[in-house]
C-alpha cells in the first residue's frame, strides 16, 4: 500500500497546470455510449476513478482507445449487454451515470449501486424518481439498480432535492426519450453544463443547462463529436487552498476563473491576495490568515468537495471560524486526524467550530476519503515536521500526479511503497 511522506514547513510557490474536471469526465464518458458513431474526449484526467469506470465500459462491449494520455476514444457502437456486473465499479460513485446513459440509448440497463466516498448516506430516489417519471421500471435488485422501459417519454420532473447525479441522470436518459422533459430545481454545476454542452455537440437539444430549468427536447439519435472537458474546479481549489495554507504564491494555471468565484470570495475574505487572469488564477497567502463563516451548498455556493481544504486553512487561521456542511451529514471524519496534528476543532452535527492554532504538527494519519485526504496532504505541508499519510489510493481516485504537481512547486513530498523506501525518502526529505 503506498503512502506519502511529507517534510512540512515549506511555502508553496510556482505554477501549477490543472487537468480536465474528473466528476464532468466522468458523466461525459458515460454518454460517449450513446451514439454508435466514434466519441473523441480530449482532456481526461488520468486518475483511478476514470480509469475504473472505462475497464467496466470495455467490458459490456464499448471499444475504447486511448491514444495519448488525456486523449479516449469511444466507440459505443458494439455494445453487447446492459447488465455490468463489476464488483470494482462499486467504489464509484459516478457508474450510475451508466444507467441514464445505457437506459437513453438501449430502454434497459443494470448496474451494481455506488460506493464512492465514505461522507454519508447518499440515497438515489431522486435518481429513481427521474427515470421512473420517463416511464421506466426500476428496481434495486441484488444489490444493483435496474431500469427497463418499452419507450421513453418526456415529462416534467421536479426534483426534491438538488441532486447533481440526479440532474445528469435524468439529462442523459431524456435526450433520447420522446417529446419534452422539464427538470425543475436542477443542479446547476458547472459539470452539469459541460454535460449538457457534450450532449448537444452530438445531437441533443438541451436548454438551460446552469438555471435551476432544464429543458431537453428528446431527438431519435445522437452522432459522434470532438469535444474538450472543462477544467477541474475542484483540483484547482485545492491548489489554491493549498498556496493559502502554506503562506505560499502560486499560479493556477488552466483554469475558468468564473467556476472558481465561490472559492476565490472566501480566500480573500481570509485575507489572500487573488489575481485573475483569462485562463490562470494566482493566490498568495499573507501570515497569519484570518478568520471566517462558511456554508456548503450546491453551486455557485461554495463546494462540499472544497470542505476539508478550507477547514484546513482556516485552523491555521486566527480567530474564530465556523464551517457548516449544508450537503453531506457525514463529512467532518478527517478531522480527528487533524485534531491529532494539533488542530483545534469541535464537531457538533454538521458544524465545525475551530479556533485557529499557529501551527499543525506532523503525525501518522489516514485519509478517510478523496477530499479530505487531498486536505490531510495540505495540512501535512503546512505543519512542523513529518507527516506520513498511510494509503494514497483515496487521493489517486481524483488527483492526478499529485505529489509531482506539489512537488513542482516546493512541497516536500514523497511516495513510497515500502519501509525501505520510506527510510530513503526520508533522508531526501530531510
Ligand atoms: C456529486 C459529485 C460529488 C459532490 C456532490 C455535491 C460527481 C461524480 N460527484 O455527487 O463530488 O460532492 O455532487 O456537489 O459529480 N440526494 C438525495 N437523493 C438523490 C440524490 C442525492 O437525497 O437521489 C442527496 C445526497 O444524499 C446529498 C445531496 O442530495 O445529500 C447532494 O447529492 P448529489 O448532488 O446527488 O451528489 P452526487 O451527484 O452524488
Known amino acids: 500500500m503506498d503512502r506519502y511522506a511529507i517534510m512540512g514547513g515549506t511555502r508553496l510557490q510556482g505554477e501549477v497546470p490543472i487537468g480536465g474536471a474528473k466528476n464532468a469526465a466522468l458523466a461525459i464518458l458515460a454518454a460517449a455510449v450513446m451514439t454508435n458513431e466514434p466519441?473523441?474526449?480530449e482532456n481526461v484526467p488520468d486518475v483511478t476513478d476514470i480509469n475504473v469506470l472505462l475497464k467496466a465500459m470495455e467490458r459490456i462491449g464499448v471499444k475504447i482507445e486511448r491514444p495519448e494520455r488525456h486523449l479516449v476514444i469511444i466507440d459505443g457502437s458494439r455494445i453487447e449487454s446492459c447488465i455490468i456486473d463489476d464488483e470494482y465499479l462499486k467504489r464509484i460513485r459516478a457508474s450510475y451515470y451508466l444507467v441514464g446513459a445505457l437506459l437513453g440509448k438501449n430502454k434497459q440497463a443494470e448496474v451494481p449501486l455506488p460506493g464512492g466516498c465514505n461522507i454519508g448516506v447518499r440515497a438515489i430516489d431522486q435518481h429513481i424518481k427521474g427515470f421512473s417519471a420517463l416511464g421506466a421500471k426500476v428496481r434495486i435488485l441484488h444489490g444493483s439498480i435496474a431500469a427497463q422501459a418499452d419507450e421513453l417519454r418526456g415529462n416534467h420532473i421536479f426534483l426534491d432535492k438538488v441532486s447533481v447525479g440526479a440532474t445528469i441522470n435524468i439529462m442523459m436518459a431524456s435526450s433520447l426519450a420522446s417529446g419534452k422533459t422539464i427538470i425543475e430545481n436542477a443542479a446547476k454545476e458547472p459539470h452539469v453544463v459541460d454535460l449538457a454542452n457534450f450532449l448537444n455537440s452530438m445531437g441533443a437539444n438541451i436548454k438551460g443547462a446552469g438555471t435551476d430549468v432544464i429543458r431537453i427536447r428528446g431527438v431519435e439519435k445522437l452522432h459522434g463529436t470532438d469535444y474538450a472537458i472543462i477544467p477541474d474546479q475542484i483540483e484547482a481549489g485545492t491548489y489554491m487552498l493549498a498556496s493559502a495554507a502554506t503562506h505560499g504564491?502560486?499560479?493556477?494555471?488552466?483554469?475558468?476563473p468564473k467556476h472558481l468565484e465561490c472559492i476565490t470570495a472566501k480566500l480573500c475574505e481570509i485575507g489572500c491576495h487573488i489575481t485573475e487572469y483569462d485562463d490562470a488564477v494566482r493566490v498568495s497567502a499573507p501570515e497569519p490568515l484570518t478568520s471566517t463563516q462558511v456554508k456548503t451548498l450546491p453551486y455557485p455556493g461554495f463546494p462540499t468537495d472544497m470542505q476539508p481544504q478550507i477547514t484546513v486553512a482556516l485552523g491555521l487561521a486566527q480567530g474564530t471560524s465556523i464551517v457548516t456542511e449544508g450537503i453531506f451529514e457525514n463529512r467532518f471524519k478527517y478531522v480527528d486526524e487533524l485534531i491529532r496534528m494539533g488542530a483545534s476543532i469541535k464537531v457538533e452535527g454538521n458544524m465545525a467550530v475551530i479556533s485557529g492554532v499557529p501551527r499543525y504538527s506532523g503525525a501518522s494519519i489516514t485519509a478517510p476519503d478523496l477530499r479530505a485526504g487531498a486536505a490531510l496532504v495540505i495540512a501535512a505541508m503546512a505543519a512542523e515536521g513529518e507527516t506520513i499519510i498511510e494509503?494514497?489510493?483515496?487521493?489517486?481516485?481524483?488527483?492526478?500526479?499529485?505529489?509531482?504537481k506539489l512537488r513542482a512547486i516546493g512541497a516536500k513530498i514523497e511516495k513510497v511503497s515500502s519501509d525501505r523506501e520510506l527510510k530513503k525518502a526520508r533522508l531526501r526529505l530531510a
Open 391 to 404: 494509503d494514497t489510493r483515496f487521493i489517486e481516485r481524483g488527483y492526478e500526479d499529485f505529489e509531482l
Open 249 to 256: 504564491d502560486v499560479l493556477v494555471r488552466g483554469v475558468i
Open 39 to 41: 466519441v473523441r474526449i
